[in-house]
């Protein structure tokens, strides 16, 4: 018992007494300060997923875009590839069709010299003819055989013209 009449043994006393006293309303402030304080860093944990899953979502739909222009592209490229091979087989058509045409003009042509030249040769050989009868008949034939021949000529005049 003695050591309860000792002074430092009432400081002791008094300080924990103080200290029990204190503890409760700083125990109080110090949990009330940590419990913002976690509700601070939980709003910002929420708004960091939040966040998250906006920008997940912003990215999935620009993959989901660029699959849908890379298929447009793709597309794009097969149809532009087709009009390439049609108008490449119209070119090669129209080319084949203009080379008959011209293939057949120049027959045709061709066919008309060959014509023309047997006409030429014709129209020679009748001149050719005619001159050398008219020279054989000046030649051989007389006046009154001459008469003859051009008085059977005009007998059958009527009936070659109708």
């Known amino acids: 018992m003695a050591a309860l009449q000792t002074p430092e043994f009432w400081v002791a006393v008094g300080f924990l007494l103080l200290m029990g006293i204190l503890a409760k309303p700083a125990l109080k402030a110090i949990t009330t300060g940590l419990d913002g304080r976690a509700e601070k860093i939980k709003a910002s944990l929420d708004e960091a997923a939040s966040l998250r899953e906006e920008l997940q979502s912003l990215l999935a739909d620009y993959q989901r875009r660029q699959r849908d222009a890379t298929r447009e592209v793709d597309e794009m490229l097969a149809n532009a590839q087709a009009e390439v091979e049609r108008t ?31 006409q030429a040769v014709r129209n020679t050989a009748i001149e050719v003819a005619v001159s050398a009868t008219q020279r054989v008949l000046t030649e051989q034939l007389d006046d009154a055989a001459a008469a003859q021949l051009i008085d059977s000529a005009i007998a059958e005049l009527p009936a070659k013209l109708h």
Do not use: W
């Not at 066919?111 to 023309?116: G, M, P, T």
């Open 88 to 118: 490449a087989k119209e070119a090669a058509d129209a080319l084949a069709d203009s080379l008959k045409r011209r293939e057949q003009l120049a027959l045709d042509k061709i066919a008309q010299a060959e014509a023309d030249a047997m």
